[in-house]
């Protein structure tokens, strides 16, 4: 591969990561808007993010924290 492929490919490459991060800003300030409208409507945003994490998580995986925490929590009398 010539140096001059080699160079364009790479500008190519780095632009396409530029791209993709403007587009992941994007989306990061729309998601930004949906907590701030939910907030306005009432709703718990911090308690929505931890939904959203937790509907993320496989089935299995949640029960074992839930259990751990529940564990957690009884040792600690909370």
Known sequence: MSESVAADELR?????????????K?????????????KSRGYDAKIMRQIVRLRKMEAHDRQEMDAILETYRAALNV
């Open 12 to 24: 190519l490459l780095i632009e396409r990561v530029e791209r993709l991060e403007e587009e992941k």
């Open 26 to 38: 994007g989306i990061a300030d729309d998601i930004r808007d949906v907590y701030s409208e939910a």
